[in-house]
């Protein structure tokens, strides 16, 4: 026994969309210039940060992983080589 087959939509298909793309006007020699200059100075601030983020990770980390790891172990060697 033969089904009918599902009717079509009697909706349109949507317009075209534009194209994926679009040709923009060649930049000038000087505007690449100040681009590259751009990208370069973002890049330089970007690598400045972990070296300025270093030093409070330090001053915070330091300390603590020395009260947390050195002292406990300091005490526990004192207390093994006095008794």
């Known amino acids: 026994m033969r089904t009918p087959s599902s009717p079509r939509s ?5 317009a075209p969309s534009a194209p994926a793309h679009r040709s923009w006007p060649r930049s000038s020699g000087s505007e ?12 330089d601030r970007a690598r400045a940060v972990g070296v300025r983020a270093a ?17 406990p172990l300091a005490v526990s060697l004192a207390a093994t080589i006095t008794h």
């Open 10 to 14: 009697a909706v349109p298909s949507p």
């Open 32 to 43: 690449r210039s100040l681009a590259r200059h751009a990208r370069a100075e973002v890049e």
């Open 55 to 71: 030093v409070p990770l330090g001053l915070c980390l330091l300390p603590s992983f020395l009260v947390l790891g050195i002292v």
